[in-house]
């Protein structure tokens, strides 16, 4: 089973238009983290936040939002107002604190096109 | 701002053939990864390594691959015998600490590598 869902392969939204990212994750651990990371065309991975599981408070920071939900599983990203240089893929990732050590569980990646 | 680095950016070479992708991590971080990403799929994890012994590996990181931390700075990753599957990108990522998944991975810019 997978561990992290991102049922979304691809996205193309017009500049200025909203836009929501879904993740969907499964652990059995009371502790676990969770990240986004945005991989550009360039192909590095770059970090965008990380949220615990004992912390469900949304967070912003600039036009960048998260919405955590452990009722549902779901850790969803939600770029408002989006640019042409948010056009990269995104990775959802889960890292369990017990059994499984340090490792990160990432999903499959949502490809988003921004359309000038 | 600290990075982790990788080279080379990419590496062609032949089937069969040793390959050896390096690493410097973030320098005051402690636990080190590989993950591989084929193209156009998922990252999926490798090996974490601390204090010069691996800590943990997945099922792809099978007797051709080693990891190694030759000198205070380096970190390899040894493929002994190239196959073509093996042709991904392998990103090297770093993180303070290893402290049950909460410490944030941070990842280099990969190494693009294709096996003929």
């Known amino acids: 089973a997978q561990k992290v869902t991102q049922a979304q392969t691809e996205i193309s939204v017009v500049e200025k238009e909203d836009v929501t990212l879904d993740c969907v994750y499964e652990?059995?651990?009371?502790?676990?983290?969770l990240f986004w990371y945005k991989q550009p065309p360039s192909g590095e991975l770059v970090f965008l936040i990380r949220?615990?599981?004992?912390?469900?408070q949304n967070e912003i920071s600039g036009r960048y939002s998260w919405n955590f939900q452990k009722s549902t599983s779901s850790f969803n990203f939600t770029i408002t107002a989006s640019q042409v240089v948010d056009s990269a893929v995104y990775f959802c990732?889960?890292?369990?604190?017990?059994?499984?050590?340090?490792?990160?569980?990432f999903g499959t990646g949502t490809s988003l096109t921004v359309i000038p | 701002e600290p990075e982790v680095t990788q080279t080379p950016s990419h590496q062609v070479t032949q089937m069969g053939q040793e390959v050896i992708l390096r690493c410097v991590p973030i320098?005051?971080?402690?636990?080190f990864y590989w993950y591989r990403q084929i193209l156009g799929q998922k990252v999926e994890f490798l090996v974490s390594?601390?204090?010069?012994?691996?800590?943990?590996k997945s099922e792809i990181f099978d007797d051709q691959f080693s990891v190694e931390r030759p000198d205070g700075s380096n970190f390899t990753l040894k493929i002994r015998s190239t196959k073509l599957e093996d042709s991904a990108m392998y990103f090297c990522?770093?993180?303070?600490?290893?402290?049950?998944?909460?410490?944030?991975?941070?990842f280099g810019p990969g190494t693009r590598l294709l096996v003929l």
């Open positions: 652990t059995r651990d009371t502790t676990y983290y």
């Open positions: 320098s005051n971080h402690l636990y």
């Open positions: 949220r615990n599981s004992f912390d469900e």
């Open positions: 390594f601390y204090n010069n012994e691996i800590s943990e």
């Open positions: 990732a889960l890292s369990e604190a017990y059994g499984t050590g340090n490792q990160f569980y």
């Open positions: 990522a770093s993180s303070q600490l290893g402290d049950r998944g909460r410490e944030t991975q941070y």
